[in-house]
Structures are given as structure tokens and as C-alpha cells.
């Protein structure tokens, strides 16, 4: 079997990750980078790798605010879609770039990482207790909420989607942000609440989520070997492989339904107030 040929679009830091990912797994070769930045890719425009390269599927690493157009450009192009998170900055991008892959029937995957862990089964979590107190690579758009940097799209959804793999639906979310820290509640359908506190931290303690339940409490490791991030692309490349896109960690529909919280929780810091959640998600 021939190896599927990867485009990478957006070679910054989390690129440079799936790079070296896609670079040491048998079956997948890298064929073609592009990045608006010159010389940093071998395209400054991710339409002529698009166009001019024979591709299987395309790794989406731009920032959040600038995902509609190559997804779609990619769907209609019949690639697979390895999408980093958040999904998008709004959800008319999200729900645009959902109708077009729904349309060409291509495997899409979300970079939600935690959901490549080997998640504990039948909990029934009363408390989530989630941190992400770090440092982190500077990003031009890192910090900017106009391209979707904002703490909560780019680093506390991370906590969000979790949280909601193993508590299930969120109906109302409420927050606060002090001194560049945010602090987030989240509201369960199942009657559990979830709580995050995000911040750019050097030398801070990490991240780590604690889920407590009747039964008793169940530290997660965010942190194994091999890192979540290496096996959710390779999950990915494996669908792609098998033609099976419920092969892959994070599907679009779960990535779509954590941006509908994490916009919630923008909103609940914004006003002050909580917010509910208008559907299921």
C-alpha cells in the first residue's frame, strides 16, 4: 500500500509537532508545506499546494479565524482534513465548514488531544477539577480573540471538551477573568459540575484534570507516553487509511459542539453573567 501524501498548512508551532509526528510514521509522507510567512513553507499560498500537489489529505494548523477557507477549499478537493483546534472562531465558520465536508463525505478530525487518552469508562462524575497553569510558545495571534487566541478558545477548550467527554452535555456555563487567569463553571445535563482554571503561567504546575464521583476519584494523565497529540494524527492517518471516519479521536461534530461551549463561556466572562446553552451539545 502507497503511503498517503500529507499537506501541512500553517508551519508554526504546532505544525512543527505534526511535522516531526508525520515525519516518524510508517505509511504517511509529508509532501508539501505551505505558510503565509515566506520561506518558511514551500508555498506561501495554501490554494497552489492545493492545487498543484497530488494530496490525500491536508493537516489544518492556521489560526482559528483563518480555518473556513482551506477546510472547504480541502472538502471540495475530496482530501481528509486533520483540523487543529478550536474548529473555528465562530460557529457560522464551523457551521459552513461542517455543511461542506458533510457534503463531500471526507474524514474530518479534530485536534482535541485528550480524546486520544485512554479515558476511564462508566463514571459518573459529580465534580471535574480541571487546570491548565503553563507557559506557552508566542503566537502573533496568541492572545488576540479577533483571530480566536483568545485563553478560552485556544487553551482552556482543551479542559472544555474533556470535561464533556466524560460528563456529557453542558446546559449553562458561567466565568471570570482576573490578572490574564480565567476561571470557568460548567453546568451538567447529568446534574455534575465542572470547573477550569486556564492562565499563561511560567513555571506554573501544568495541567491536570481530577474527576470525583461516588464511586471515588480518578486522577487523569494528560501527560502519557506516547503524548495524546502524536496518537490523535496518527488515529487520524489510520482512518484515512481504512477509509473509517469513526476511527478518529475527535470527530467535527464533537469539535463544533465544545466551540458552541467554549463561545458560551467567552460570552458568560464578557457579560458577567451565566449562560445557557441553547441546545444539546
Known sequence: MRDLRIGLVGVGWVGATH????????????????????GRGDYEDWRAMIANERLDAVVICTPP???????IAAAEAGLAIYLEKPVAG??????AMSAAIAGSGCICAVGY???????????????????GLSDTADRSWFGDATQGGSQILERASHLI???????????????????????LTLEFASGAVGSIVVGRVPNGPGW???????DGNVAIDLDPDPPPIRTSLQRFLEAVRRRDGSLVCCSLAEGVATLEVALACERAVRVGESVALTAAN
Open 65 to 71: 479565524m483563518h480555518h473556513r477557507e482551506p477546510v
Open 208 to 214: 491536570s484534570l481530577d474527576v470525583v464521583s461516588d
Open 19 to 38: 511535522r516531526t509526528t508525520l515525519a516518524e510514521t510508517e505509511g504517511a509522507e509529508l509532501v508539501a508545506t505551505a505558510d503565509v510567512i515566506p
Open 90 to 95: 465562530t460557529l457560522d465558520d464551523a457551521h
Open 113 to 131: 488531544q485528550y480524546r486520544a487518552l485512554r479515558l476511564p469508562t462508566n463514571l459518573r462524575p459529580r465534580a471535574l477539577l480541571g487546570r
Open 161 to 183: 471538551d474533556l470535561q464533556r467527554a466524560l460528563a456529557g452535555d453542558v446546559k449553562q456555563v458561567s466565568g471570570h477573568e482576573q490578572s490574564g487567569l480565567v476561571s
